[in-house]
């Protein structure tokens, strides 16, 4: 922006009307082209992905932790049913399928103390611990040998985690369909996160669940405000 100030400074000071709108010009093309390179792929294409998110036995099944919390959710959404379909429509239409899993390794967090209730009530039930049963995929999520498994994270976002910006960037991605657990934490957080990294997101909005209903519906209008689209998975499966 300091750049194009200084041409323009220039301009004004040039006696010809044709060499100053002719500067004119070339600065902002200069300026937009280099705005135009923080976006991830060129204009006119549409490579998409679908993002997976925390889709684990603990959050996502009867035998898991958080089953008293996040029942209520799949029945309303049936999440498991919707996850199965939109990555059998994925895979059908070959777009690449990235899942991110959360994990905690308890021994290596012996005395942290946690900074905030999610985390609280992590570390006091032991969820998602790595190598236990409930931290496993679901059968209805579980990964092809050929789709990308990102590494266990510890915090909300993959962005954060600096584990997916190179997989998005090999596959030349715009867009991304968010899909999986939770709505107030790892959605919401994958959603803006890959807007603040120029992505556009997309939501499946029945293909996510939450710790409490009410929590699902404040999530739902904060995830209006961050995504491009929030969708059903039926028009996920009718648009690609």
Not at 49 to 58: E, F, G, H, W
Not at 149 to 154: N, S
Request: aromatic share 8%.
């Amino acid at each position: 922006m300091k750049f194009v100030v200084l041409i323009f400074k220039i301009i004004n000071t040039m006696k010809t009307k044709h060499t100053a709108s002719t500067l004119a010009f070339f600065c902002l093309s200069i300026f937009f082209t280099n705005a135009a390179s923080a976006q991830t792929s060129s204009s006119g294409s549409s490579n998409k992905v679908l993002l997976i998110t925390s889709a684990q036995v603990d959050l996502l099944s009867e035998e898991g932790k958080a089953w008293g919390f996040t029942k209520d959710s799949e029945e309303k959404n049936r999440i498991r049913e919707n996850l199965k379909k939109i990555i059998k429509e994925a895979r059908k239409q070959h777009i690449p399928i990235i899942h991110s899993p959360v994990g905690f390794d308890y021994e290596l967090m012996a005395g942290y103390k946690p900074l905030n209730t999610f985390q609280k009530i992590i570390i006091e039930n032991r969820l998602l611990e790595i190598n236990a049963p409930g931290s496993k995929f679901i059968p209805e999520a579980f990964p092809l040998e050929n789709e990308i498994v990102l590494p266990y994270r510890q915090g909300f976002s993959s962005f954060w985690a600096k584990s997916i910006q190179e997989q998005l960037k090999k596959l030349r991605v715009d867009t991304i369909y968010i899909a999986g657990m939770l709505a107030e934490g790892c959605v919401e957080s994958h959603v803006r996160d890959a807007a603040e990294n120029g992505y556009s997101t997309v939501v499946i909005s029945d293909a996510i669940g939450s710790t409490s209903l009410e929590l699902l519906d404040v999530s739902m209008k904060t995830l209006s405000l961050h995504a491009k689209a929030l969708i059903s998975t039926e028009e996920f499966l009718k648009n690609n």
